[in-house]
């Protein structure tokens, strides 16, 4: 996989796969309008199964903050992350807390590149694609990968069940 031409090569996230080695494709989108939620729009401008594009969420469990990456089409079991984390309560972080942790700003959220490296959580339908698709680093900008270099470059856990 190779990079789309003139797309931004700047991010963190960019240059945290870049330095990691990893084979990634860099897609640009822009939405004119949003049918359902943000992440089945941008499906839908790349022209992707919302199953294969994955939206990334910062949560706490016990206090603790975390990263679960679920598909767009699902929402995050609260549950399963708190039992996957060794915790007993899970909540999605307040968005200024998230953006504090991670360097990005909400709506641009990716896995890779955060200021502060958080324990990862993926759902298991990452392995049920050859290439699935995650925020850049800031909207406009998806990076599509291959699961089994998602989950490398992160040492990310996964989780059967994480997207309900």
Known sequence: MGKKKGAPQNTPA???LKRAGVEFRVHEYQLTEEEGTYGESVAKSLG??????YKTLIAEVDGSPVVAVV???RQ???K?????????????ADPADAERWTGYVTGGISPFGQKKRLPLFVDGTTAEHDTVFVSG????????????????????NVVD????
Not at 80 to 92: D, I, M, N, P, W
Request: aromatic fraction near 2%; charge should be positive; charged fraction near 20%.
């Open 14 to 16: 960019i240059v945290a």
């Open 48 to 53: 992707v199964e919302p199953g294969r594009m």
């Open 71 to 73: 598909p767009t089409d």
């Open 76 to 78: 995050l079991g609260l």
């Open 80 to 92: 399963a992350l708190a039992a996957a984390a060794g915790g007993k309560r899970a909540k999605l």
């Open 137 to 156: 680093g800031q909207r406009g900008l998806q990076i599509e990968l291959r699961p089994a270099d998602f989950m490398a470059a992160q040492s990310a």
């Open 161 to 164: 069940g994480l997207g309900a």
